[in-house]
């Protein structure tokens, strides 16, 4: 094993072949084994990547993080709060009229819906509704008294038009869904409503199993007749 001096230069080395890599590419490149590396990149800082399933490294000082702590290389986006919580939690605090689920992922890049059930329960958010249109506020209430005043103004002013834009993309996304949902269905004609959804969550597509069976049903398509064409 080299010296702690020399094993750290090979890894910056690594790196200045590219910012960003994940685990067997730089193993391969380092010549040594995933517990070895994982010590060097201890040593020296690193970040992973907050979508991908954290799959990605950049060196600690690589990533330009932009005022609100966020850095994206080719699709892979990193973020100086290190996780999907953490930051949406830090981005809700910031705002000035509150964040809708949409709104976080236009940012992040990446579907917070689901978290977000749970991010209110444990209290690090509020989340209040307007008619169809759910907002997350800050958990102080002095805060939150403010980003609440500010989006019941830009309501009002805009004539409900946030919240008819929201719908309106939530629309395109949920039609966008059912498209990967049926594209799953042709690939893996066994799978059933759960095995889908299993899959597409894995792929970044929040999609219950509830939400596929119901497309199958109004398609009457199901696993029984797995084998009509679609």
């Known amino acids: 094993m080299p010296p702690q001096k020399d094993s ?6 690594v790196f200045q072949k590219v910012q960003v890599t ?6 391969a490149d380092a010549g040594s084994s995933k517990r070895t590396v994982m010590r060097w990149l201890k040593r020296v800082g690193y970040h992973t990547s907050y979508n991908h399933n954290s799959r990605y490294y950049a060196l600690e000082g690589t990533p330009q ?4 702590g966020l850095w994206g290389y080719h699709g892979i986006w ?5 996780t999907v919580r953490r930051t949406v939690h830090a981005l809700v605090e910031k705002s000035e009229t509150g964040m809708t689920a949409n709104e976080l992922k236009m940012k992040l890049h990446v579907r917070v819906d689901s978290r977000m059930g749970i991010l209110v329960k ?5 989340a209040r509704r307007y008619g169809r249109l759910c907002v997350y506020y800050s958990a102080g209430e002095a805060r939150a008294d403010v980003q609440m005043a500010n989006r019941e103004q830009m309501l009002k002013k805009d004539k409900g038009a946030g919240a008819k834009k929201s719908e ?3 629309s395109r996304e949920m039609g966008m869904n059912v498209i990967e949902a049926l594209v799953a269905k042709i690939e893996h004609p066994d799978w059933g409503p759960v095995e889908i959804s299993e899959d597409l ?18 398609l009457n398509l199901s696993k029984k007749n797995s084998s009509r064409k679609i």
């Open 8 to 13: 750290i230069h090979l890894l910056k080395q």
């Open 22 to 27: 994940d685990l067997p590419a730089l193993c």
């Open 65 to 68: 993080f932009d005022e609100e």
């Open 78 to 82: 990193f973020s100086s709060y290190s």
């Open 122 to 126: 444990d209290g690090d958010v509020e």
């Open 168 to 170: 309106l993309v939530d």
């Open 201 to 218: 969550i894995r792929r970044g597509i929040d999609m219950p199993a509830e939400g596929v069976q119901a497309t199958f049903d109004f």
